[in-house]
Nanobody, 125 residues
């Protein structure tokens, strides 16, 4: 059974940094896409970033380009989200997600098969 476990959330001041981790287990992820999403109170879950497990190609939401970096460590089966220059608008629960490669757009929440439990990120002004 696939498990995704996020860690690294917390409280940080605006302009600060955090690194989120997503430890994946339960299968080999060679042909999987790994994504980070976030959901703020009263808002829909939204795409943040995604990475191809096999070749490391990445995608980002416009709102985080240049500030966030997604990466993976194949040996540790772990995906990271380095978040710099954080803003109060980045406050949300951040979720790790995974799915097999498909023709569906990587930003689609519904296209992801597996989800972690989420980790809270709070950015104070």
């Amino acid at each position: 059974q696939v498990q995704l476990v996020e860690s690294g959330g917390g409280l940080v001041q605006a302009g600060g940094s955090l690194r989120l981790s997503c430890a994946a287990s339960g299968r080999t992820f060679g042909r999987y896409l790994m994504g980070w999403f976030r959901q703020a109170p009263g808002k829909e879950r939204e795409f943040v970033a995604a990475i191809s497990w096999s070749d490391g190609s990445t995608h980002y939401a416009d709102s985080v380009k240049g500030r966030f970096t997604i990466s993976r460590d194949n040996a540790k089966n772990t995906v990271y989200l380095q978040m710099n220059s954080l803003k109060p608008d980045d406050t949300a629960v951040y979720y790790c997600a995974s799915r097999p490669y498909s023709s569906e757009t990587y930003t689609s929440v519904g296209s992801y098969t597996y989800w972690g439990q989420g980790t809270q990120v709070t950015v104070s002004s």
